[in-house]
């Protein structure tokens, strides 16, 4: 009897692209890239687009780099999913070019690491040995290389772009690399912001090779296809954002955005969705003290469930959190919880930025 190891379910679930044909359209693709970074945009419930100035705008809206407060800042975050199951990493450089434009580097990893591979416990004759028992990871990288203008012929207004490689690896079974484009704008009137991300003008594909010839019994037997070597298609998504900033007495201001996430991959369990397009509103609050002190909340991620006695309700994605900003310094946390109203699974998020050399 062929050998079966532990994790050949984990690693068919991992590898759910044995179904992907050339170039295949997959309506969760890359869905790490739309975690978002920053316990900041985290805690408003990723609504930022509009108001994002920061090193995270190289992620958000690379537009908003040419309102960086710095020559050059530096953003770090870690966050832990699903019980410490599932690392998450964000790493980001933004940096002054001149007085019109900025650029930005972004790093990102969401991955599960050691995960044991137990194909070679049992041998031919069928004895266990646990020391051939090894472990891998899966893990998702992005690097984004990002440029943003303001336009001189209209006050206010910047425009930006992003280049992404993805390197998607789940140890030494399956690999693949991505490659794709984005847009954005941002545009400033008083106390008015509006923003727009365009992610994967270019649709974003990405190229999986498999090597699992050694499994090619245990697939057979357990009746899984072999996946093949393909390319997997994300369609572009279409972010719109608006906020306002609102004084309150002299030294507490107050801040709310709406975005709207549009994708265009078919239906989506979402507030609107059609054929041609689902539509996701999420909602974000800021109050601050002197630009210093911040409390944030937010509400996304709002859907239509059906519950324990079989009734559709409404439930949504709570987030809350708070910063500190003294100087270059600025330390952010927020609180979201990953599975909506309808679950308690809880995140922590903590987020770092430093800026150097102040304008």
């Not at 070019?97 to 969401?110: K, M, Q």
């Not at 030494?172 to 847009?183: E, L, S, T």
């Amino acid at each position: 009897m062929q050998k079966y190891f532990l994790y050949l379910l984990a690693l068919c679930a991992v590898l759910s692209q044995n179904e992907i044909q050339a170039q295949t359209v997959r309506k969760y693709s890359n869905e790490f890239l739309n975690i978002g970074v920053g316990a900041a945009a985290l805690g408003m419930s990723n609504s930022n687009v509009a108001l994002v100035n920061d090193v995270t705008a190289g992620y958000w809206n690379p537009a908003g780099l040419t309102r960086l407060e710095n020559k050059l800042e530096v953003g770090l975050m870690h966050a832990s999913y699903f019980a410490s199951i599932a690392q998450y990493e964000y790493g980001g450089i933004g940096f002054k070019i001149n007085d019109e434009s900025a650029g930005a580097i972004t790093f990102l990893r969401f991955g599960v690491d050691n995960i044991p591979n137990t194909s070679e416990l049992i041998d031919a004759n069928g004895n266990i040995n646990y020391d051939k028992i090894t472990s891998f990871s899966a893990a998702d990288n992005a690097f984004i290389f990002s440029y943003g203008r303001k336009i001189g012929a209209v006050e206010g207004l910047s425009i930006g772009g992003n280049a992404k490689v993805i390197y998607r690896k789940v140890g030494d079974f399956a690999h693949a690399w991505g490659f794709g484009i984005d847009a954005s704008a941002q545009y400033k009137k008083d106390n008015w912001y509006f923003g727009a991300m365009a992610r994967d003008i270019s649709t974003t594909f990405s190229a999986w090779s498999f090597n699992l010839d050694q499994f090619k019994d245990v697939f057979a037997a357990t009746g899984n296809a072999m996946p093949t070597n393909s390319i997997e298609v994300a369609l572009p998504r279409l972010i719109l954002a608006a906020g306002h900033q609102f004084t309150i007495k002299k030294d507490f201001g107050i801040y709310p955005e709406i975005n709207l996430d549009f994708t265009f991959d078919g239906k989506r369990n979402t507030v609107v969705s059609s054929n041609f397009t689902s539509i996701d509103p999420h909602l974000g609050l800021q109050l601050h003290y002197k630009n210093m002190l911040f409390l944030r909340g937010g509400i996304g991620n709002i859907q239509k469930e059906t519950n324990s006695d079989g009734a559709r309700v409404t439930t949504m994605q709570p987030n809350i959190g708070v910063g500190i900003k003294v100087k270059k310094i600025a330390i952010d946390y927020a609180l979201t919880n990953v599975g909506g109203a309808s679950s308690a699974i809880y995140t922590n998020v903590f987020s770092l930025r430093i800026g150097i050399n102040k304008n």
